[in-house]
């Protein structure tokens, strides 16, 4: 039999409805009591991966479609690099941003934007959204305070967005292009382009302070990564709360090797003497006979000392031709002096022994003689 529904149940989801609506007045009144939303933290070092992701997918994208022009003048495609850069910046921003979806490093690293400025109010706030989507079938884990709720950015605050990442970064670059181009900084001192040179000093200048002081700002609150996003209130929460973060060390652990055994490798190779090193392996070495130019100096060359070969680079024809002393072989100037000069005790490739000077060969005219 069908009895009468007990007064705490709700037989349909009209009833429901009415029931939330009622209760309402009584919910917000107990939301205005708290302190507001659950805040939540999101790491540092996800939203600065996120950008250098974003910047580098950028790098590979802007490489890629500058292929596309490789066989159009050079001198064009500088010409016109500020208007394909905002093209492709354009592009990026119009299917990521502009559509409601993360960037690619923000997706790779779970982030996506939330408008800051609805969340500054109390809790009531996030109640009124909930009221509206009353007749949506919510599911269960958006209707917790875990920190994660919010709306996306507005469609004032992504065209703000574009204007401030893609077409102000245009104008700048155009901007400064055009300065270079006609030397506005080398012009009078009360010039127009003099003058527009020393404001967009000034403009630069600024902005690198407030670069900064966001920064800091960013390392101290967590939030807000670049000057634009504060001014917005655009703000990098997670996408979802129960995604684990993807944590592998293999990378970071070999950029550290490679970083460490450059730096030692940069600092060790300065005080390493490679000639003299080489030098002493060769004299260790068997060594083969090698036909040289052992003829008068002063006398006409034959036809083997015309086509000798310097030992040390192997170029053909010497370039500005000296002789070793005591062997009399053949070098080029800078390669036999570079070589004396990094080792004193340096030996002569063709037959071993110690170069004690340097002279001038001349086929008919005499030499002079340059001691080390």
């Known amino acids: ?117 609805t969340m500054n109010g109390s809790a009531a706030t996030s109640l009124e959204g909930m009221s509206d989507r009353a007749t949506k079938s919510p599911t269960p884990d958006r209707w917790g305070h875990s920190g994660l709720e919010g709306a996306g950015l507005t469609r ?43 404001v967009m000093r000034w403009a630069e200048t600024g902005v690198k302070l407030a670069s900064l002081l966001n920064f800091l700002l960013f390392l101290r609150h967590g939030k807000y990564r670049s000057v634009l996003e504060r001014l917005l209130g655009a703000r990098l929460v997670y996408s979802k709360g129960t995604m684990a973060r993807a944590l592998s060390f293999e990378y970071l652990n070999r950029q550290l090797v490679w970083h460490e055994l450059s730096e030692l490798l940069l600092f060790l190779l300065p005080l390493i003497n490679v000639a003299r090193i080489k030098a002493l392996v060769m004299s260790h070495l068997p060594r083969m006979s090698v036909p040289a130019a052992t003829s008068s100096i002063s006398g006409p060359p034959s036809s083997s000392a015309a086509h000798q070969q310097c030992a040390i680079c192997g170029a053909s024809e010497i370039v500005v031709p000296y002789i070793a002393l005591p062997c009399k072989h053949r070098f080029c100037y800078y390669c036999l002096r570079a070589h004396t000069q990094s080792d004193p005790d340096y030996r002569c490739p063709h037959c071993g022994a110690v170069v004690t000077a340097l002279r001038r060969w001349r086929s008919t005219i005499g030499s002079m003689q340059y001691p080390l």
């Open 1 to 117: 039999m069908s009895g009468s529904p007990l007064p705490g149940e709700v037989s349909s989801d009209q009833d429901w409805q009415r029931e939330f609506f009622n209760a309402l007045p009584e919910l917000e009144d107990l939301a205005r009591r708290r302190k507001g939303l659950r805040e939540v933290t999101v790491m540092r070092a996800s939203q600065l991966d996120a950008a250098r992701l974003d910047n580098e997918l950028t790098a590979m994208l802007r490489e890629q479609f500058m292929r596309i022009f490789s066989l159009f003048q050079p001198r064009l495609i500088t010409a016109l690099q500020p208007e394909l850069t905002l093209f492709l910046d354009f592009l990026i921003f119009r299917f990521t941003v502009w559509s409601g979806r993360p960037t690619p490093g923000s997706a790779l690293m779970n982030l996506r934007y939330r408008n800051e400025r």
């Open 156 to 198: 004032t605050q992504r065209s703000m967005y574009g204007l401030g990442a893609v077409l102000l970064r245009y104008i700048w670059a155009r901007t400064d292009q055009l300065a270079a181009t006609q030397h506005w900084g080398d012009q009078p001192r009360w010039s127009w382009g003099r003058i527009m040179w020393r």
